[in-house]
């Protein structure tokens, strides 16, 4: 299919070494994630999400969800990080960072975020 990147594609082009983060990065990242969440507009769920999404060449683009009345213009915080990526060239990740005020649990991507990942 035009577009689409074959799986082979994908892992050739994003060889695994270079996703391995040190514990250094991995730090830096969730910081960066929690630094974005604070610029949260969630008027309406009240629940502030911050990403950070590190490129394979070492670029950090963060996001944060922008909530909107009506609702299903609003976009997740994963979705802004990897919008602002792409759109300045930037298409192949090493990491993302997710951030929000949950402190006893994780929170994963929607099923949004999960299908503009698996083609971006
Ligand atoms: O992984 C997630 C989960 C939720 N949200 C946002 C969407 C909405 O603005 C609010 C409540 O779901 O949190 C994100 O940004 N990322
Ligand atoms: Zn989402």
Known sequence: MDGVKSTQEV??????SLRHLSQ??????IHQSN????????PYSKFRVGAALLTLDNRVFTGCNVENAS?????????NA?????SEGCKDFRAI??????SDKFI?????????????
Do not use: F, W
Not at 11 to 16: N, R
Not at 35 to 42: N, P
Not at 71 to 79: F, K, P, T
């Open 82 to 86: 990897i919008a602002k990526a792409v």
């Open 71 to 79: 609702s299903n213009l609003g976009v997740c915080a994963e979705r």
């Open 24 to 29: 250094e990065e991995v730090k830096k990242l």
């Open 11 to 16: 892992l050739h082009t994003k060889d695994q």
């Open 108 to 120: 994963s991507p929607c099923g949004g975020c999960r299908q503009v990942m698996r083609e971006v």
């Open 97 to 102: 960072a997710i951030a929000s005020d949950l």
């Open 35 to 42: 630094e974005a969440k604070k610029y949260s507009y969630s």
